[in-house]
């Protein structure tokens, strides 16, 4: 399923709400899971990358794609700041159910009331079906448009789930422990493309980078994708469907720069980054690929 084409007058009204300056010209849109992907890796080379991020605001524009919900990145980046992380242009939060500017964090209504449009009673409807089903715990997070569990493998029964998606929802696991109900057909997937139509990105500057079977919508889209070499085995198996997925050697952090220069955007990185010493680590592990 997919949304309908949003106005082409809403680039100015979406930009005015961003925070960070907006590149005149982007020359490439990387729109980056976070846990297992830009958050994985020693932080030496996290605070490389997000070196390099910082120096690049004028041609990159940088996009978070997570499962957590707001309060949760902000959290992080309370964190990953002091390792250097700049704030994103926009946040891709609860599975692709909210979409924010990075710095604010405050949501973007017209991005949103599409996705918020189609969640409308499915909470009322489906609370009471969900708490029958044997094996889920409620997530505690504020999961805005969603409903979010963690699930006991061992108890859980697919087919109670394949059940709940004739009110209208998907039902999708990832990390082997996390269930998230969506809106039918929202995900990542449908809410970058949507971004990227909003905002008149072009699909050729883009690369999205994930780990767990919530990033398999980016990689579907067609965009290219980075695969980390970190990725749940149960991502990894659609692989070979992916025509544009590249799986990287190199696992989080390591294997989106890897990715880049795969996809044609390592005159990007500059010098900087590149002649800077190696960072204390195993250079002959799999992820020594800078
Ligand atoms: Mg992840």
Redesign the pocket.
């Known amino acids: 399923m997919t949304l309908p084409p949003l106005p082409p007058s809403l680039r100015p009204q979406l930009l005015k709400q961003l925070v960070a300056p907006w590149p005149s010209q982007p020359e490439l849109v990387l729109v980056t899971?976070?846990?297992?992907?830009l958050l994985a890796g020693p932080p030496p080379w996290r605070q490389r990358l997000y070196g390099w991020l910082g120096r690049q605001r004028q041609r990159v524009v940088h996009v978070f794609s997570?499962?957590r919900d707001l309060g949760s990145v902000g959290r992080m980046m309370r964190l990953e700041t002091q390792l250097g992380l700049p704030h994103p242009h926009l946040v891709i939060s609860d599975v692709g159910c909210t979409v924010a500017c990075g710095h604010s964090l405050r949501p973007l209504p017209e991005l949103v009331a599409p996705i918020d449009a189609r969640w409308q009673g499915l909470p009322e409807r489906l609370l009471p079906l969900l708490r029958r089903i044997p094996g889920l715990e409620s997530q505690p997070v504020t999961a805005d448009r969603r409903l979010a569990y963690l699930i006991d493998p061992a108890r859980i029964d697919p087919r109670h789930l394949r059940a709940l998606e004739v009110h209208g929802v998907d039902c999708l696991i990832?990390?082997e422990r996390y269930l998230d109900v969506l809106p039918a057909g929202i995900n990542k997937g449908s809410t970058l493309l949507a971004l990227l139509q909003s905002l008149g990105l072009d699909h050729g500057l883009v690369v999205t980078a994930?780990?767990?079977l919530?990033?398999l919508a980016m990689f579907e889209t067609g965009l290219a994708g980075v695969m980390v070499a970190n990725a749940e085995a149960d991502l990894r198996r659609h692989l070979p469907q992916l025509r544009r997925t590249f799986a990287a050697r190199g696992e989080g952090c390591a294997g989106i720069v890897e990715g880049l220069r795969h996809f044609g955007f390592g005159h990007l990185l500059d010098a900087r980054f590149l002649n800077d010493p190696w960072p204390a680590f195993n250079p002959d592990g799999p992820t020594a690929l800078w």
């Open positions: 899971d976070l846990d297992g992907t997570t499962g990832s990390g994930g780990d767990s919530n990033d």
